[in-house]
C-alpha cells in the first residue's frame, strides 16, 4: 500500500497501548507520521517504535491536528472528551473504553464478524469489551449457518483486564502468602483477594445484581450480530492468571447442527483455531494464548442437557487479540475503505 498514514495512539504507557504500537509496527502498518499520546499523569515517558524512541505527548485537542487515525485506550472519561474532538479534526478514532460501544451512532466492531458496520462510522468506531471480542469470533459461522437463540456464558478473566497494577497486586498476594499462608490480605485494586482465589466480581454491581461486565457481554452482542433476539447471560469471574481471558460458552441454535460442523465452521473463521482432542489432553489454557493473535477453540461438544445444544470453551490473549490487534485490525478495514 503506496500511502502512509498519520496515526496516534492514545493511552501509549498503558498495557493495551504499548500492545498497540507493537501490533502496528508487527503488521508494518502504513505510518507517516506516529504520535504517542497520554494523560498527563504519564506524558513524559518514553515508548519506542520501529527502533526510535519517541516522548509521549501530553493529549489535548489539538494534538489530533492533521492525525487520520486515533488509536485510543486511556479510559472512557478521557475518550468522551478528547474522540469527538479527534473527529471534528478528521482522524478516525478507534476507541478501546467502554464510553461509546452502545451509541447508536457509533457501530461497534470485530473485523472478522461485522465489517460491513465500519461504513456507517461518524468519525468514532467503538472496540469491544475484550471478552466479547474474542467470544463472537467462534460465534459468527455458528449464527451464519443455524442462528443462535440463547447463550450462557461464564468467563474467567486474567488480572490484565483491570490493569498492571492488579497484575502486580495478584504478584504480591502471592508472595506474601507464600511466605505467610495465615497473613491478612487487605485488596487495592481487586474487590477481593485474588492470589489462591477467584472473585465473581468484575467491574460494579447494578441494580439487577448483574455486573457492568456481564451486561457489556449481553449487550455489546446483541449489537455486534445485530440481532437483539438473542437471550444472553453471563456471570463473569477474575482469576489469578496474568494474561489470557478463558470462557465457556453454552450456545442454543435455533436449528439443529452437528457437532463435527461446528468445528469445521469455526476452523475455517480467519483467526480462530480449533484445539480440541480432549482424549489426548488437547485444549486451550489461557498461557497457551499469551502473545498469540488467535482465538482458541476446544471442548466442543453436545449439550446434553437441551435440543440444539452446544458448549465450548473459548480462550484468547484479552490484551492482544481482545484489544489491540482488533482495534488495528480496524484500523486497516478503515483505510482498505
Known amino acids: 500500500m503506496s500511502k502512509k498514514y498519520n496515526i496516534c495512539v492514545l493511552g501509549a504507557t498503558g498495557m493495551v497501548g504499548r500492545e498497540m504500537i507493537k501490533v502496528l509496527e508487527e503488521r508494518d502498518f502504513p505510518i507517516d507520521k506516529f504520535l504517542p499520546l497520554a494523560s498527563e499523569r504519564t506524558a513524559g515517558q518514553k ?3 520501529k527502533g ?9 485537542p489539538e494534538s489530533f491536528e492533521g492525525m487520520e487515525i486515533g488509536l485510543f485506550s486511556a479510559g472512557a472519561k478521557i475518550s468522551a472528551v478528547l474522540a469527538p474532538e479527534a473527529a471534528k479534526r478528521g482522524c478516525v478514532v478507534i476507541d478501546n473504553t467502554s464510553h461509546f ?3 447508536p451512532n457509533v457501530p461497534l466492531i ?3 464478524v461485522n465489517p460491513q458496520a465500519i461504513k456507517r ?3 468514532i468506531i467503538a472496540n469491544p469489551n475484550c471478552s466479547t471480542a474474542q467470544m463472537v469470533l467462534p460465534l459468527k459461522p455458528i449464527y451464519d449457518a443455524v442462528g443462535i437463540e440463547r447463550l450462557v456464558i461464564s468467563t474467567f478473566q486474567s488480572t490484565s483486564g483491570w490493569g498492571k497494577e492488579a497484575i502486580a497486586e495478584m504478584y504480591e498476594q502471592t508472595k506474601t502468602l507464600l511466605a505467610d499462608p495465615k497473613a491478612k490480605i487487605t485488596p487495592k ?13 468484575i467491574d460494579q454491581f447494578t441494580d439487577n445484581g448483574y455486573t457492568k461486565e456481564e451486561l457489556k457481554m449481553v449487550n455489546e452482542t446483541r449489537k455486534i450480530f445485530e440481532d437483539d433476539s438473542i437471550q444472553v447471560t453471563a456471570t463473569c469471574v477474575r482469576v489469578p492468571v496474568a494474561i489470557g481471558h478463558s470462557e465457556c460458552v453454552n450456545v442454543k441454535t435455533k436449528k439443529k447442527i452437528a457437532i463435527d460442523e461446528v468445528r469445521r465452521l469455526i476452523a475455517a473463521m480467519p483467526t480462530c483455531k480449533v484445539v480440541d482432542d480432549p482424549a489426548k489432553g488437547v485444549y486451550p489454557t489461557p498461557i497457551d494464548s499469551a502473545g498469540k493473535n488467535e482465538t482458541f477453540v476446544g471442548r466442543i461438544r453436545e449439550d446434553i442437557s437441551q435440543e440444539n445444544g452446544i458448549e465450548m470453551w473459548i480462550v484468547a490473549d484479552n490484551l492482544r487479540r481482545g484489544a489491540a490487534l482488533n482495534a488495528v485490525l480496524i484500523a ?3 483505510i482498505q475503505n
Request: glycine share 2%; hydrophobic share 40%.
Open 121 to 123: 462510522h461518524k468519525g
Open 47 to 49: 515508548v519506542t517504535f
Open 189 to 201: 485494586y481487586i474487590f477481593k483477594q485474588i492470589a489462591f482465589n477467584v472473585v465473581p466480581q
Open 101 to 103: 460501544r452502545m451509541d
Open 52 to 60: 526510535k524512541e519517541y516522548t509521549v505527548e501530553k493529549a489535548k
Open 110 to 112: 470485530v473485523p472478522e
Open 332 to 334: 486497516e478495514k478503515v
